[in-house]
């Protein structure tokens, strides 16, 4: 079997595992959104998942996106692209241009040129706050103690909507009680979604409540 065709079985087991595990929770399955992350993976990789039905993808980097997706989106106008990694400000105004959800919204400054870019080109995106819940130093995310200024500025001083809350787990601790952090935390906060769950872990995320899931190397095959 090519990895083409293996990426396309992969992506249906994956579609099944989820429907599964939302069902158990009681949820409807059509509540949890998978984002296929193909980072790494060229368009000729990325098509037959496209040509599967796959309508949401994630990148984690600006540059990579804008080589890789302009010509897919052309060719499939509803396709729906996520940046799921860290923003750097000078890349603004290119992710606005390019995405149509941004996950790691994590500082006044992101924030605010994100809002001032999506004033001037027209666009709204999906924002999600993506929050450090270990508190790792190398990585990105805004300190759990910080989150609530962080939301309050978005909405009250910036004016833009955010959906909800991203987190990536630390790899050497247990991903439920990150997952149940973040959650509390959107509720109390009044936010409706959540961006938590990636191949190793997805299934742990929709019991706890996660709308996207973050999946890549269960579908496109190790990097």
Known sequence: MNSMTAAVERLSDIRRRIAEVARQAGRDPESVHLIA???????????????????LFGENRVQEAKAKWPPLKAQFPDLELHLVGALQSNKAKEAVQLFDAIHSIDR???ARVVADEMAKQGRKLKLFIQVNTGEEPQKAGVMPGELESLLRYCQDELRIDIAGLMCIPPVD?????????????AKELGLKELSMGMSAD??????????????????????
Do not use: C, M, W
Request: net charge positive; aromatic share 12%.
């Open 37 to 55: 992350v193909s980072k790494t993976f060229d368009a000729p990789q990325v098509l037959p998942v496209i040509e599967a039905g796959q309508r």
């Open 202 to 223: 997805f299934e742990t995320a929709i019991a706890f409540g996660a709308n996207y899931v973050r999946i890549g190397s269960a579908i496109f095959g190790e990097r």
């Open 173 to 185: 601790e247990e991903p439920a009680v990150h997952f149940a952090f973040l959650a509390k935390r």
């Open 108 to 110: 006044p400054k992101i």
